[in-house]
């Protein structure tokens, strides 16, 4: 195997002396390994896209029924032109960004970041991302390229050299930088082995157990869906709550915990038939006490009615009182018709309460025969 001395040794970086210089030399450039982060990549394909388009959209801005998606190409082939001529031999991906981002703002113009330009670059970065304006194999080679072209120090792709097409081989199965699928089933991302554990942490078809312990895997991008609507396990309410119940159950648990409490909701129920039944009957004197105040309120409000009819220096005075007997006839009548409607929704609150009482009857007969203990048999 050559080593790095050997390349820059005078014998062989000048012209070669034997045909075995030569085979060695063309061996060591052609077993060197070309493995790169695709997640770098992709994220500098992306913003390549972003910027030509942010780019179409400025320069677009002020021309009435301009494309710009006609000028994402020339953009493009504008900016890949600026960024290769901004490596330096001290250069770094992060020198990409910058330079980038310099370039970007360099297209905008007096009028931007208006709220439809935003509207207009989305859109415009949606098409170009299915490959209209820009072909996707063209976005990825210029992504490429810069990534080479920047990645000085080796940090997103590998170049290491192999005196056998064996050892390269070998190599590639274990480096850092190789293609890997994602396990998940249902994703098709292929990602760099360095960054497979950061796309497996957040990858929407990851598997996970759900944490409200019902025990499914759900997708990732669907647990939180799952957690709220389908899952056994998510907090309920026992339907007998608001009549004191303070059992705590789940979504899946709801029925068995209403059979194995029938005994303690019919008590329950009963209370609250009592509730009913004093609340009614305190209603029904409401609305005998107001009767009975019309009764006595109806023959003053005629006899003062009469009198003003008969006029006299008192007329003021009485059609005042009048007035307001009036106003107290309205209040009670009102009064009366509230309490009627009280009185029917009652009625209808007690019929369900009866009914209510019937089927927890019914089901604490049918735990007693289950259960023989209950019972007392044995």
Known sequence: MMTEIELNSPGVRGEPGTDE??????????????NMCWSTR??????????????????????????????VGPLSAELVEKLEQGVKPD??????SANINEWTAGKRGMFTLNFWQEDSIASLQADVARGD?????????AAR???????????????EAFASPEELLAHKEGCAFRPVECQNHGCVQVVGANSAGAHDASCPHKLLVCPQGCGADVKRAALRDHMATECDMKPAVCPYKELGCDGSVTAGSVDAHCREC????????????????????????????IKLLLQGVVPKVEETAAEVVAGGEARGKLAGEVRELRASLN??????????????TQKSDMKLAIKTMDRLARAQEDMVKRVPMLSGKS
């Open 331 to 344: 209040g009670m009548a009102k009064a009366v018709t509230a309490l009627e409607g009280e009185m029917k």
């Open 133 to 141: 304006g820009w072909a996707a194999a063209d976005v990825s080679r």
């Open 42 to 71: 992709d994220g500098i394909g992306k913003a390549l896209v972003d910027a030509a388009c942010k780019a179409a959209v400025y320069q677009t801005g002020m021309k009435p029924f301009a494309n710009p998606k006609a000028q």
């Open 91 to 96: 250069t770094i991906l992060s020198n990409l």
């Open 262 to 289: 029938a005994g303690t909701h019919l008590k329950l129920v009963v209370d609250w038939v009592g509730r009913l039944s004093t609340e009614a009957v305190a209603t029904e004197a409401r609305v005998r006490d």
């Open 21 to 34: 210089e030569k085979v060695q030399i063309v061996d060591r450039g052609a077993c060197r390994c070309s």
């Open 145 to 159: 390229t810069l990534l080479l072209a920047y990645d000085k120090r080796g940090l997103a792709h590998c170049e």
